[in-house]
């Protein structure tokens, strides 16, 4: 043998000559067999197939009445760069006596400016020129803000896979602030004539005009939620907490409070 391949020595016949040779083209041929399965494993089964995935940015926004804001959605792991858009939307009535703690409703279906809440959704065009894919959403104006006001949600699509999607959360604000003047004031009880304070209201994005002034007491130990801090749609305290008119003048009661309305924790601070 010579250098690791088998060959015929000078003693050995032809026909083992002949064998041996056989025997060498066969392991030759095996070990070219495994070597292309080798590459083939290699060089074909290294790949894996694209996961297309949907992102919008931004994810979430409060947009004031009124404005426009522009969302994007990106496609990726396809050639295919286009998005169907969606929209529905949510809100949390209003309490009532009969449900203090109202829920959530369900997510419905809307359409560009359609009618809700005694207002409107808003309005939004798409565009996907040069597989842009932006949406731009108009919030209602203060004349057609909704009340209660809901949450819009937008959905985005695939076309390359319809499982595949997107979403972005919009947060309506009408963009309204208030600012009482005096932010605090004592005012003395039991006193003849009872004792009053002058109220003011000032408005950012508003007038202070058809304005209702409201006398509660916070009560974090209250089973409903509204009645657990200042809020106006919480119970009106009045009068055992003193009473305010259409013009801002609170009037003192009588006597200190020596609970809440409606009762519960204890508190004598209106």
Same mark, same amino acid.
């Given at each position: 043998m010579s250098n690791g391949v088998p060959w &015929? $020595?000078?003693?050995?016949?032809?026909?083992?000559?002949?064998?041996?040779k056989l025997r060498w083209s066969k392991g030759a041929a095996l070990l070219a067999a495994i070597c292309a399965t080798i590459l083939c494993i290699a060089g074909c089964?290294?790949?894996?197939?694209?996961?297309?995935?949907?992102? /919008?940015?931004?994810? +979430?926004a409060t947009v004031v009445a009124g404005q426009a804001f +522009?969302?994007? %959605?990106?496609? *990726?792991?396809?050639?295919?760069?286009?998005v169907t858009w969606a929209c529905s939307y949510v809100f949390?009535?209003?309490p009532t006596t009969a449900v203090p703690n109202p829920v959530a409703t369900k997510a419905? %279906?809307? @359409?560009?400016?359609?009618?809700? =809440? *005694?207002?409107? /959704?808003?309005?939004?065009?798409?565009?996907?020129?040069?597989?842009?894919?932006?949406?731009?959403?108009t919030a209602p104006s203060l004349g057609s803000?909704?009340?209660?006001?809901?949450?819009?949600?937008? @959905?985005? !699509?695939?076309? &390359?896979?319809?499982?595949?999607?997107? !979403? @972005?959360? /919009? %947060?309506?604000?009408?963009g309204i602030r208030v600012a009482i003047t005096p932010a605090s004031v004592t005012v003395p009880v039991g006193v003849t004539? %009872?004792? @009053?304070?002058?109220?003011? &209201? $000032?408005?950012? =994005?508003?007038?202070?005009? =058809?304005?209702?002034?409201?006398?509660?007491? #916070? =009560?974090?130990?209250?089973s409903t939620t509204n009645n657990q801090t200042a809020n106006p749609n919480g119970a009106d305290c009045s009068a055992t907490c003193g009473k305010i008119d259409a013009?801002?003048?609170?009037?003192? #009661?009588?006597?200190?409070?020596?609970? !809440?309305?409606p009762s519960g924790s204890k508190t004598t601070s209106p």
């Open positions: &015929a $020595s000078h003693e050995m016949g032809t026909g083992e000559t002949s064998v041996m089964g290294g790949g894996s197939a694209n996961v297309v995935s949907v992102t /919008i940015l931004p994810a +979430s +522009s969302f994007t %959605a990106t496609v *990726g792991g396809s050639t295919t760069l286009t949390t009535p209003l419905a %279906a809307c @359409t560009s400016g359609q009618s809700v =809440n *005694g207002g409107t /959704i808003g309005t939004f065009t798409t565009s996907a020129a040069s597989g842009s894919n932006v949406l731009t959403y803000f909704p009340s209660p006001v809901p949450t819009v949600t937008f @959905t985005a !699509t695939a076309d &390359a896979d319809h499982s595949k999607t997107g !979403t @972005t959360q /919009i %947060a309506l604000d009408s004539p %009872a004792q @009053t304070v002058q109220f003011s &209201a $000032s408005l950012l =994005n508003s007038t202070p005009t =058809n304005l209702q002034w409201l006398v509660t007491q #916070p =009560n974090q130990s209250s013009n801002g003048v609170y009037t003192a #009661p009588a006597s200190v409070p020596t609970d !809440t309305t």
